[in-house]
């Protein structure tokens, strides 16, 4: 059975940082290109990161780029999401998931970003 616990969020002031991890059972990551995803309330969710089945190609959204860095063990089957200068905008619920959304979502990890 595929699942993912996302962890890490939290209440933090605009230009802090946070450090999220996912970690991921049931199939192995390192078959897979990985995605972190972000949903506000009356909006679609986004991807904001992605990070090919290496481990040594990421992309990245517009608005986080120079910000945020993915980055994946494949030995323990986690992803994570440094978010560094934080801005109110990044206020969200976040999620992991392959990079074609593949299994279903898990429970995400709330960020605020406010001061």
């Known amino acids: 059975q595929v699942q993912f616990v996302e962890s890490g969020g939290g209440l933090v002031q605009p230009g802090g940082s946070l450090r999220l991890t996912c970690t991921a059972s049931?199939?192995?990551?390192?078959?897979?290109?990985m995605g972190w995803y972000r949903q506000t309330p009356g909006k679609e969710r986004e991807g904001v990161a992605y990070?090919?089945?290496?481990?040594?190609?990421?992309h990245y959204a517009t608005s986080v780029e120079g910000r945020f860095t993915i980055s994946k063990d494949n030995g323990v089957n986690q992803v994570y999401l440094d978010m560094n200068n934080l801005k109110p905008e990044d206020t969200a619920v976040y999620y992991c998931?392959?990079?074609?959304?593949?299994?279903?979502w898990g429970q995400g990890t709330p960020v605020t970003v406010s001061s």
């Open positions: 998931n392959t990079r074609l959304t593949a299994f279903p």
């Open positions: 049931g199939f192995t990551i390192s078959e897979y290109s």
């Open positions: 990070i090919g089945d290496g481990g040594q190609i990421a």
